[in-house]
């Protein structure tokens, strides 16, 4: 069950391959958990040691060692958050930091929810009034950012395994409720069968989600790559030419590609998850404008923009609508079609960014027809990686670690109503775990119980009187 | 106004309390005000039908049972009543765990209500009056409205300092079956038709709601060879903690189970078109919970039959209650209908089925007090506020009751939290969330059950019932007395040790339970599914005597407390969580304009419903964690 009060612990340092990183929990169980999967020097006892204090040592799952890390213990009030505080210093690197996260949350902390350190450092007195207005900017634009991330990194396929669980659960517990609100209608009699070979069924799909968790395949991690541009502007062949496959359907008719079309690939070791668009022009088709407006929001939330450019037509209205909303991202501009009579050039593109104040992008010549200029989008896709210029979108990583941790909760819930059954409770408790269980599956999908159980219950049972 | 102003005469008697309405509610709230003192007046558009219960003939079940309780505990009555006018009782779900075990009586109607009037007629501080209530009467003061009295049909008007509404399903009621529609209350009883109007001026946002019962046949005329006996259990437990058990022991009558078949559901299918839920006269649909017969027939279209109780009024009365088959067809068909079904074929109608609509309030417009956010003094309980159900109506009234009389003392009110009672949830889950249909208690509901069972009501409330006056000295040092000694006895177990003797093993044997390989506390040999405290005694040689009308109460809390107490600590532990939420009390002139970053949706929740905790507004849909997060950051900004 969420808590404001427990203990939450989040990675606290960028994710970039820097040297190192930072884990850190807050609340008043942090130390007992740090000697859950800290293993020093003899032994030591973490909760045992003085408060403001570095210990050199291991973190360890199941015997096998994830890192050597530096533990800093401080107890609260003098910390940031004014409560027990551990931080656990690791070497860098993605893969480490998560993994150190996931023991800490499997030793019993909670993911934090964004903005969540600094609101307790607030709620504690450790902030002073004049920021009180900053931690809750912080707290809710944190908490959409998170939102959006957690919900459109979704894998679809995992998205719907999810629903799927959840709505056996939902109806496993609503037919015991239904049964144990109405017994002269409804009866259970011998019931505990039946769950226990759905539950194990269900604990299965869990399991295999959670090991799909682990292969990262659960959220779309990398660069999250738009590609954008009018129609006809050739965008699907981009996507094609950088897979190399037959992806996108391609025609000549402008608007062919009415959603967005998602595509994972793997660039010199820089993981670029691709987005390929509808194209963006003034429309009057209601299918088509859905497409342009979700092409749009995706461009929003992009950390990169791949534009693409017709260069056998001249730049026109729909070209510098384009420009004007992707002047603020970091964008690749492609000259596309550099096989036909050139109409549109780089002095073009160079002076169309000077009116939008639009920082001058790399511009590219390629011809997805030819397949050329693919060798150069690449190395500035690599240039602008190393340069710092785009990054990872780290909320992935940590909401991957909250999703995780949810799945992990809903199969403790599981497991606990096989242990009911096993020890023949009555069939009541086996709704306490099932809709915690659901409850933690629902925050992988953003949905909350509400009325669900009721609801449930008079759809599909008849209840009496 | 209905009435001319010469009319107007001003009864000088003063009352403190005005209670509009005799039903489960209005008897609540009008006992527990007269008992604190507050001189009180119940009005009801008819003095033969106090206590009336004009659906089913029983009380409690499924979480009802458990609302019962709880009213009793708190000292309300509907408890001792239902113990001396039940005809037949049983404990639902026995088989299953200690939070879902419900106690159900089957009602004698008549002697219901007559028990529960007399019971009014000799409260002392306590008036009855016939007459039917058109205008609450209020003074503004400062932007507060304060209620002043109560203005009845005739023009007379009573003062009064507060005003409990209790008016059931009597607003604007209409009654219909087929095409025939009536403008009655429930059993053909006078429908209150004006007060709505005077709420409504005073801002008060109104509901349409609607319900519906089954025929009355004559008993005469029932078959009962082709239907299966469902008698009462053996030994009956009270609702009651005041009632001996020894004292109720009693011959019970039984009710009878048939079934509806393929023939019926044709019947009813081919008469859809006739049904005035169907054809648009009433519009929407009915409850869910309660759904008319050709509603089930319609939903559930591949059940071959449905199960129907026949179920007896009373002692004195030949009529019985057709459960299960309630409808709002046309006459003709209800005859073709009912007695398509095994031992009806000869079945004589009574009272046909029908389907009522009536008024009552959008309930987010009360406090958790159930008084109204905008008018000071005016209270509001039952099916007015758009639950449904006899024993739900009563914990309204009762906590209604109870506010009312502690305004008028000056006291804080009393609310009830999710994690104390089912009235706490009930009464948050109307104040705080939307709907579209009459509300009933389940105990899917209840988020924290396994602590809110019906066997420990007393202990969660009687000294709450204490405090506020309801409950005598002599009742709460009994429960004290009780509490002593399960919490002694529970330790006693948890240090009492048995060896494997041959006795010890001999017992575990014959219960089908693993031999001890070593000792084990009794503590936790009670834990096995299989054994209990009493399955043990023969080997608990230090078991100590309790006094005999506490000795069944005290084992059985300490058998539950014992078997169950890993759940039940867990869900301890999350109660101490939700708590903390419930106790951030947010400022009542709070300007959520103010609250900068908290979403458009949320703010116009929270300044639409106003919650008075944290932990309520974290219940209100569209208010997400993020904008709890915000508020709390904001609520310690106002603070510092």
Same mark, same amino acid.
């Given at each position: 069950?969420?808590?404001?009060?427990?203990?939450?612990?989040? *990675?606290?340092?960028?994710?970039?391959?820097?040297?190192? @990183?930072?884990?850190?929990?807050? %609340? +008043? $169980?942090?130390? =007992? !958990?740090?000697?859950?999967?800290?293993?020093?020097?003899?032994?030591?006892?973490?909760?045992?040691?003085?408060?403001?204090?570095?210990?050199?040592?291991?973190?360890?799952?199941?015997?096998?060692? *994830?890192?050597?890390?530096?533990?800093?213990?401080?107890? @609260?009030?003098?910390?940031?958050? %004014? +409560? $027990?505080?551990? =931080? !656990?210093?690791?070497?860098?690197?993605?893969?480490?930091?998560?993994?150190?996260?996931?023991?800490?949350?499997?030793?019993?902390?909670?993911?934090?929810?964004?903005?969540?350190?600094?609101?307790?450092?607030?709620?504690?007195?450790?902030?002073?009034?004049?920021?009180?207005?900053?931690?809750?900017?912080?707290?809710?634009?944190?908490?959409?950012?998170?939102?959006?991330?957690?919900?459109?990194?979704?894998?679809?396929?995992?998205?719907?395994?999810?629903?799927?669980?959840?709505?056996?659960?939902?109806?496993?517990?609503?037919?015991?409720?239904?049964?144990?609100?109405?017994?002269?209608?409804?009866?259970?009699?011998?019931?505990?069968?039946?769950?226990?070979?759905?539950?194990?069924?269900?604990?299965?799909?869990?399991?295999?989600?959670?090991?799909?968790?682990?292969?990262?395949?659960?959220?779309?991690?990398?660069?999250?790559?738009?590609?954008?541009?009018?129609?006809?502007?050739?965008?699907?062949?981009?996507?094609?030419?950088?897979?190399?496959?037959?992806?996108?359907?391609?025609?000549?008719?402008?608007?062919?590609?009415?959603?967005?079309?998602?595509?994972?690939?793997?660039?010199?070791?820089?993981?670029?998850?691709?987005?390929?668009?509808?194209?963006?022009?003034?429309?009057?088709?209601?299918?088509?404008?859905?497409?342009?407006?979700?092409?749009?929001?995706?461009?929003?939330?992009?950390?990169?923009?791949?534009?693409?450019?017709?260069?056998?037509?001249?730049?026109?209205?729909?070209?510098?609508?384009?420009?004007?909303?992707?002047?603020?991202?970091?964008?690749?501009?492609?000259?596309?079609?550099?096989?036909?009579?050139?109409?549109?050039?780089?002095?073009?593109?160079?002076?169309?960014?000077?009116?939008?104040?639009?920082?001058?992008?790399?511009?590219?010549?390629?011809?997805?027809?030819?397949?050329?200029?693919?060798?150069?989008?690449?190395?500035?896709?690599?240039?602008?990686?190393?340069?710092?210029?785009?990054?990872?979108?780290?909320?992935?990583?940590?909401?991957?670690?909250?999703?995780?941790?949810?799945?992990?909760?809903?199969?403790?819930?599981?497991?606990?109503?096989?242990?009911?059954?096993?020890?023949?409770?009555?069939?009541?408790?086996?709704?306490?775990?099932?809709?915690?269980?659901?409850?933690?599956?629902?925050?992988?999908?953003?949905?909350?119980?509400?009325?669900?159980?009721?609801?449930?219950?008079?759809?599909?049972?008849?209840?009496?009187? | 106004?209905?009435?001319?102003?010469?009319?107007?005469?001003?009864?000088?008697?003063?009352?403190?309390?005005?209670?509009?309405?005799?039903?489960?509610?209005?008897?609540?709230?009008?006992?527990?005000?007269?008992?604190?003192?507050?001189?009180?007046?119940?009005?009801?558009?008819?003095?033969?039908?106090?206590?009336?219960?004009?659906?089913?003939?029983?009380?409690?079940?499924?979480?009802?049972?458990?609302?019962?309780?709880?009213?009793?505990?708190?000292?309300?009555?509907?408890?001792?009543?239902?113990?001396?006018?039940?005809?037949?009782?049983?404990?639902?779900?026995?088989?299953?765990?200690?939070?879902?075990?419900?106690?159900?009586?089957?009602?004698?109607?008549?002697?219901?209500?007559?028990?529960?009037?007399?019971?009014?007629?000799?409260?002392?501080?306590?008036?009855?009056?016939?007459?039917?209530?058109?205008?609450?009467?209020?003074?503004?003061?400062?932007?507060?409205?304060?209620?002043?009295?109560?203005?009845?049909?005739?023009?007379?008007?009573?003062?009064?300092?507060?005003?409990?509404?209790?008016?059931?399903?009597?607003?604007?009621?209409?009654?219909?079956?087929?095409?025939?529609?009536?403008?009655?209350?429930?059993?053909?009883?006078?429908?209150?038709?004006?007060?709505?109007?005077?709420?409504?001026?005073?801002?008060?946002?109104?509901?349409?709601?609607?319900?519906?019962?089954?025929?009355?046949?004559?008993?005469?005329?029932?078959?009962?060879?082709?239907?299966?006996?469902?008698?009462?259990?053996?030994?009956?437990?009270?609702?009651?903690?005041?009632?001996?058990?020894?004292?109720?022991?009693?011959?019970?009558?039984?009710?009878?189970?048939?079934?509806?078949?393929?023939?019926?559901?044709?019947?009813?299918?081919?008469?859809?078109?006739?049904?005035?839920?169907?054809?648009?006269?009433?519009?929407?649909?009915?409850?869910?919970?309660?759904?008319?017969?050709?509603?089930?027939?319609?939903?559930?279209?591949?059940?071959?039959?449905?199960?129907?109780?026949?179920?007896?009024?009373?002692?004195?009365?030949?009529?019985?209650?057709?459960?299960?088959?309630?409808?709002?067809?046309?006459?003709?068909?209800?005859?073709?209908?009912?007695?398509?079904?095994?031992?009806?074929?000869?079945?004589?109608?009574?009272?046909?089925?029908?389907?009522?609509?009536?008024?009552?309030?959008?309930?987010?417009?009360?406090?958790?007090?159930?008084?109204?956010?905008?008018?000071?003094?005016?209270?509001?309980?039952?099916?007015?506020?758009?639950?449904?159900?006899?024993?739900?109506?009563?914990?309204?009234?009762?906590?209604?009751?109870?506010?009312?009389?502690?305004?008028?003392?000056?006291?804080?009110?009393?609310?009830?939290?999710?994690?104390?009672?089912?009235?706490?949830?009930?009464?948050?889950?109307?104040?705080?969330?939307?709907?579209?249909?009459?509300?009933?208690?389940?105990?899917?509901?209840?988020?924290?059950?396994?602590?809110?069972?019906?066997?420990?009501?007393?202990?969660?409330?009687?000294?709450?019932?204490?405090?506020?006056?309801?409950?005598?000295?002599?009742?709460?040092?009994?429960?004290?007395?009780?509490?002593?000694?399960?919490?002694?006895?529970?330790?006693?177990?948890?240090?009492?040790?048995?060896?494997?003797?041959?006795?010890?093993?001999?017992?575990?044997?014959?219960?089908?339970?693993?031999?001890?390989?070593?000792?084990?506390?009794?503590?936790?040999?009670?834990?096995?599914?299989?054994?209990?405290?009493?399955?043990?005694?023969?080997?608990?040689?230090?078991?100590?005597?309790?006094?005999?009308?506490?000795?069944?109460?005290?084992?059985?809390?300490?058998?539950?407390?014992?078997?169950?107490?890993?759940?039940?600590?867990?869900?301890?532990?999350?109660?101490?969580?939700?708590?903390?939420?419930?106790?951030?009390?947010?400022?009542?002139?709070?300007?959520?304009?103010?609250?900068?970053?908290?979403?458009?949706?949320?703010?116009?929740?929270?300044?639409?419903?106003?919650?008075?905790?944290?932990?309520?507004?974290?219940?209100?849909?569209?208010?997400?964690?993020?904008?709890?997060?915000?508020?709390?950051?904001?609520?310690?900004?106002?603070?510092?």
């Amino acid at each position: 069950m969420y808590s404001e009060s427990s203990t939450i612990a989040a *990675i606290s340092t960028s994710m970039s391959e820097a040297g190192i @990183g930072i884990v850190r929990m807050s %609340g +008043e $169980d942090a130390f =007992e !958990i740090a000697d859950r999967i800290y293993r020093g020097k003899n032994n030591k006892r973490l909760s045992g040691q003085k408060s403001h204090t570095i210990h050199y040592g291991y973190i360890e799952e199941d015997g096998e060692t *994830i890192d050597e890390v530096l533990v800093m213990l401080m107890r @609260g009030p003098r910390t940031f958050t %004014g +409560e $027990d505080t551990v =931080e !656990i210093n690791c070497h860098g690197g993605v893969y480490v930091l998560q993994r150190v996260l996931e023991a800490c949350l499997r030793g019993g902390a909670r993911p934090a929810q964004p903005g969540e350190f600094t609101k307790r450092a607030f709620l504690n007195g450790k902030l002073d009034l004049s920021q009180a207005e900053a931690v809750i900017d912080v707290i809710q634009s944190r908490n959409d950012y998170a939102l959006k991330s957690s919900v459109s990194q979704l894998r679809g396929s995992v998205k719907k395994k999810v629903s799927d669980i959840r709505a056996k659960i939902l109806y496993h517990t609503a037919f015991i409720e239904s049964a144990l609100d109405d017994p002269e209608h409804i009866s259970i009699d011998g019931y505990s069968r039946t769950l226990e070979k759905d539950v194990r069924e269900l604990l299965d799909s869990l399991r295999k989600l959670l090991d799909s968790a682990d292969n990262g395949r659960i959220m779309k991690e990398g660069i999250q790559t738009v590609i954008v541009g009018k129609p006809n502007a050739g965008k699907s062949s981009i996507l094609n030419m950088l897979l190399g496959e037959e992806r996108a359907i391609v025609t000549d008719i402008a608007g062919t590609t009415r959603d967005i079309l998602q595509e994972h690939m793997n660039l010199h070791g820089i993981s670029l998850n691709i987005v390929d668009t509808a194209g963006i022009r003034r429309t009057d088709d209601q299918v088509e404008k859905i497409g342009v407006d979700r092409a749009l929001s995706q461009a929003e939330g992009a950390d990169l923009i791949i534009c693409v450019v017709d260069s056998s037509l001249p730049l026109d209205e729909n070209d510098r609508k384009i420009f004007q909303f992707i002047a603020q991202k970091k964008s690749i501009i492609l000259l596309n079609k550099s096989d036909l009579e050139r109409r549109t050039g780089e002095e073009e593109i160079r002076q169309m960014c000077r009116e939008q104040d639009m920082e001058e992008p790399p511009v590219i010549s390629v011809s997805a027809k030819e397949e050329e200029g693919m060798e150069e989008l690449e190395q500035a896709v690599k240039e602008m990686f190393y340069h710092g210029d785009i990054s990872f979108n780290s909320e992935v990583y940590i909401t991957n670690a909250r999703q995780k941790h949810a799945l992990d909760s809903a199969r403790q819930g599981l497991e606990r109503v096989l242990e009911s059954i096993r020890m023949d409770m009555p069939e009541d408790f086996y709704s306490i775990d099932l809709m915690d269980a659901y409850e933690s599956l629902g925050t992988i999908t953003g949905e909350t119980v509400g009325e669900d159980l009721v609801n449930e219950i008079f759809s599909k049972f008849c209840m009496g009187k | 106004m209905k009435f001319s102003v010469n009319s107007v005469w001003e009864n000088k008697d003063t009352y403190d309390v005005a209670v509009i309405g005799a039903g489960h509610a209005g008897c609540e709230a009008a006992l527990a005000c007269a008992r604190l003192g507050f001189k009180t007046i119940v009005f009801t558009v008819s003095v033969d039908s106090i206590a009336l219960m004009p659906c089913n003939p029983n009380i409690g079940g499924t979480s009802k049972g458990h609302l019962v309780r709880e009213v009793d505990a708190l000292g309300g009555e509907m408890g001792k009543v239902i113990d001396r006018a039940f005809i037949q009782s049983k404990m639902l779900n026995k088989s299953k765990g200690p939070a879902v075990h419900s106690l159900r009586a089957q009602a004698d109607k008549a002697l219901y209500s007559r028990t529960m009037r007399q019971v009014l007629e000799d409260q002392e501080n306590l008036d009855i009056k016939q007459a039917e209530v058109v205008n609450i009467l209020t003074e503004e003061n400062a932007g507060r409205k304060r209620v002043t009295g109560v203005q009845l049909y005739s023009g007379a008007v009573f003062r009064c300092r507060a005003a409990i509404l209790c008016t059931g399903t009597y607003l604007k009621a209409r009654c219909i079956y087929g095409d025939v529609s009536t403008n009655t209350g429930p059993n053909g009883l006078q429908a209150a038709n004006h007060l709505t109007e005077c709420l409504k001026e005073l801002g008060i946002k109104m509901y349409r709601f609607k319900t519906g019962t089954p025929a009355r046949i004559d008993k005469n005329t029932v078959d009962f060879s082709r239907m299966e006996e469902q008698k009462g259990d053996e030994r009956v437990v009270p609702f009651s903690f005041t009632t001996d058990p020894d004292s109720i022991q009693k011959e019970q009558v039984s009710c009878w189970l048939t079934y509806t078949n393929e023939r019926t559901h044709d019947i009813i299918r081919k008469n859809l078109d006739r049904s005035p839920l169907f054809s648009g006269m009433i519009e929407g649909t009915g409850p869910r919970y309660c759904p008319s017969i050709e509603d089930k027939v319609v939903k559930f279209a591949d059940k071959s039959r449905h199960q129907v109780f026949i179920e007896p009024e009373g002692l004195e009365t030949n009529e019985m209650y057709i459960g299960g088959m309630s409808s709002s067809l046309p006459e003709d068909v209800q005859y073709e209908m009912y007695r398509s079904v095994p031992g009806l074929e000869n079945a004589r109608i009574v009272r046909n089925a029908y389907a009522i609509e009536y008024d009552c309030i959008d309930a987010r417009q009360l406090l958790p007090t159930l008084e109204f956010r905008t008018v000071d003094g005016l209270f509001s309980g039952g099916q007015f506020n758009g639950s449904s159900g006899y024993e739900e109506a009563a914990a309204q009234g009762l906590l209604a009751g109870i506010n009312a009389a502690r305004r008028l003392q000056g006291k804080e009110g009393i609310v009830l939290d999710r994690s104390e009672a089912y009235i706490g949830v009930l009464v948050d889950d109307l104040v705080t969330k939307e709907s579209h249909e009459p509300y009933r208690m389940m105990t899917s509901r209840a988020e924290y059950r396994l602590l809110l069972r019906q066997d420990n009501a007393d202990q969660r409330l009687t000294k709450k019932g204490y405090e506020i006056g309801l409950i005598d000295k002599e009742r709460y040092e009994r429960l004290l007395e009780k509490e002593r000694l399960i919490r002694e006895e529970t330790d006693r177990l948890k240090r009492t040790y048995v060896g494997t003797t041959e006795e010890v093993q001999g017992l575990l044997a014959e219960h089908g339970s693993t031999p001890l390989t070593s000792g084990s506390d009794l503590a936790e040999l009670i834990r096995r599914p299989e054994l209990s405290y009493e399955i043990l005694a023969p080997v608990d040689k230090e078991r100590p005597a309790f006094p005999p009308d506490l000795r069944e109460e005290v084992q059985e809390q300490v058998n539950i407390n014992i078997k169950y107490e890993g759940y039940i600590s867990r869900q301890k532990k999350q109660v101490e969580q939700f708590r903390k939420m419930e106790n951030k009390k947010i400022p009542e002139d709070i300007d959520y304009d103010k609250v900068k970053s908290l979403r458009i949706e949320a703010v116009q929740k929270l300044k639409q419903y106003r919650p008075v905790s944290v932990g309520q507004a974290s219940r209100i849909s569209g208010v997400s964690p993020a904008d709890i997060s915000v508020l709390l950051v904001y609520m310690e900004q106002l603070r510092r």
